[in-house]
């Protein structure tokens, strides 16, 4: 996918459920009516969150907002769309660094934004117009030279982050310049100083909502070594975008203080700025009692329906975005680009990984951890693409005995009496599973699913029996560690409906190294010239679907629905998808103070 870039998302948890689910991990994890609570104010109430704020109080002028971005875990500081990796850094890009691009409610490109795209008549040509007032915070032009480098750094050998995949493989003269075979990419074209045309070997139904949406200011960036660019001051120490804000001062990790870009495209936002602060989800409802946060995502876990701040009104939509296992099965060959399966891998055994799905109480987690507002995930394509998501089918439903039948044909049987079930050649079975911190119900929800592998006989350890740090975590994902057999992770899938720049076989972000030829046949025909006919599109995606449940390289878990926290003083916010490109320069306060 090109244009809106996966995101790793932490899963946040409260500690005031940790007793729910440690009661179920004492023994048989089996939910019973006295541990499941009424559902009536979850998944009902969460179709009643409004998309927008109703405050119509008068607005002062200017005003500074204050935003929480909820995490235990300090934003890294890749603070540049072309490097970043994970959701802590998108949260503060979004203020200063948006995508070019204004997309429609199918997610498909449309004009109003900060540039505008046209097809030609057979789809393979794509020009990229930018808005002639779009200029960088230091006071340069965002140029067509900006637009085309940014692919030129993401194609070129010496790049180390994880853009570059088939979508970008599909431009003509690409694979050549990753080469090294030529000095330029023959398919992009630089037309005049705001305009870029963009060749493909084949029409790709995904350019549509997926095409890559940001430049890189060249004057900037010109200099460095590719390979130095993810570590450089323009990165990491003072950034530059062209948003409705941009940094004023920053201490990595924890703050940024934004001010109002004046010289925004589109016209001042009507805030004087935005304070950003990491803020942990075991305070965030003190927090926001106090008024110490105007804005902020707002854990599904804490949300009742009861226990909430009455100063701050909730917005809602389903979230683009699903709670996954995942279970490594190889490794990223980097000099070739690709995923390698290792056939002696501890999880290549297909039963073993279908067992480990049918094993979770996936229903208990949402309605329990989640109230409702995550709910059992049955397809890697999200119900959000509704055009796509074959509901047909069922996923991995909680059947533990069907587990079990799985392990036994599969030779994974007790043979020492222990209770745990020992490898077909009768060794011990061991297998490390990794999952992130979030905070102390993140432990919990590890352990209810461990105890869910170990109630079907499966031995299943926490890696370095602990919780990984968000940043850790990929890391040692990312670098196919030795020592991870399965993890616990999130996707963010952003608005293009491929799933090939996360299951391709050429994809770095295929984190389990699946390999299948009829997996990579059917992305590939997913964006071909034949997939824009809809019809044969969402065929060929239902297939790939019911493949991936089949094969099990990685199994959904969770759906999600988001949640948002706004104090009563903000205005003219909403988050319908689709809707106005400048949702953040249009919010406004309508007192000094936060309300308490």
């Given at each position: ?10 899963s ?34 969460s ?53 070019l ?13 900060a ?19 779009l ?5 340069n032009?965002?140029?067509a ?40 990419i ?39 070594p ?73 854990p ?9 701040p009455?100063?701050?009104?909730f ?46 109480n ?45 392990l ?18 009768g ?21 209810f ?9 499966l ?87 019911q493949?991936?449940i ?8 969770l ?38």
């Amino acid at each position: 996918m090109l244009g809106n870039t996966k995101k790793k998302i932490v899963s946040i948890l409260f500690i005031a459920f940790v007793l729910v689910l440690s009661a179920c991990t004492s023994g048989k994890s089996t939910p019973t009516a006295q541990e499941t609570p009424a559902t009536s104010e979850s998944v009902k109430e969460s179709g009643k969150f409004p998309k927008a704020t109703t405050n119509t109080a008068a607005a002062i002028t200017g005003g500074t907002m204050n935003y929480g971005l909820i995490s235990d875990t300090p934003f890294e500081g890749i603070l540049n769309p072309v490097f970043y990796n994970g959701s802590p850094d998108a949260d503060v890009l979004q203020f200063f660094y948006p995508s070019l691009f204004a997309i429609d409610e199918n997610f498909d490109v449309k004009d109003g934004g900060a540039a505008n795209i046209s097809f030609s008549n057979d789809n393979k040509t794509v020009n990229v117009k930018i808005d002639d007032k779009l200029n960088w915070s230091d006071g340069n032009p965002v140029t067509a030279e900006d637009y085309a480098f940014a692919f030129e750094v993401i194609g070129n050998k010496d790049y180390d982050g994880v853009r570059y995949d088939t979508s970008f493989m599909n431009i003509v003269g690409m694979e050549d310049y990753h080469a090294g075979k030529a000095k330029t990419i023959s398919g992009i074209k630089v037309v005049n100083d705001k305009e870029v045309q963009i060749d493909f070997k084949e029409a790709d139904p995904s350019v549509k909502s997926g095409l890559w949406s940001y430049p890189l200011e060249k004057k900037v960036f010109g200099d460095i070594p590719v390979a130095d660019m993810s570590s450089s001051d323009p990165v990491r120490k003072n950034p530059i975008g062209y948003g409705p804000f941009k940094i004023k001062a920053m201490v990595t990790g924890e703050s940024v203080q934004f001010e109002a870009n004046k010289d925004y495209f589109h016209g001042a936002p009507k805030l004087d700025g935005v304070n950003l602060k990491v803020v942990n989800p075991n305070v965030l409802i003190e927090s926001l009692k106090k008024g110490d946060i105007d804005l902020a995502s707002f854990p599904n876990s804490l949300y009742d329906g009861k226990n909430v701040p009455t100063n701050v009104e909730f917005l809602g939509r389903q979230e683009l975005s699903y709670d996954y296992i995942g279970f490594k099965l190889g490794k990223f060959d980097k000099a070739k680009g690709e995923s390698v399966m290792n056939p002696d891998a501890k999880m290549a055994n297909k039963e073993l990984r279908q067992a480990m799905g049918y094993a979770l109480n996936n229903e208990q987690v949402g309605t329990q951890l989640y109230h409702g507002l995550r709910t059992p995930a049955t397809s890697l394509i999200i119900p959000a693409f509704a055009q796509y998501h074959d509901d047909s089918i069922k996923g991995y439903n909680y059947d533990p005995e069907k587990a079990k039948q799985l392990l036994d044909q599969a030779g994974y049987v007790d043979k020492d009496g222990d209770g745990l079930r020992e490898d077909p050649k009768g060794n011990k079975l061991t297998i490390n599973y990794s999952a992130m911190s979030g905070d102390t119900i993140s432990e919990a929800r590890a352990q209810f699913y461990l105890q869910n592998w170990k109630d079907v006989g499966l031995n299943v350890q926490l890696l370095d029996g602990r919780l990984q740090e968000f940043n850790s975590f990929y890391d040692r994902i990312e670098k196919d560690d030795p020592d991870i057999d399965v993890y616990g992770a999130a996707w963010g899938t952003g608005s293009d409906i491929s799933p090939a720049g996360l299951y391709g076989s050429k994809a770095s972000f295929n984190y389990s190294r699946f390999v299948s030829e009829e997996s990579d046949k059917l992305l590939a025909e997913g964006v071909s010239p034949k997939a824009f006919d809809m019809t044969y599109r969402k065929d060929i995606y239902n297939q790939w679907q019911q493949l991936m449940i089949d094969q099990a390289p990685v199994i959904p878990t969770l759906y999600r629905y988001e949640v948002q926290a706004v104090n009563k003083r903000i205005k003219n916010y909403d988050i319908t998808y689709g809707g106005s490109y400048d949702v953040l320069s249009a919010i406004e306060l309508t007192s000094e103070t936060p309300v308490k």
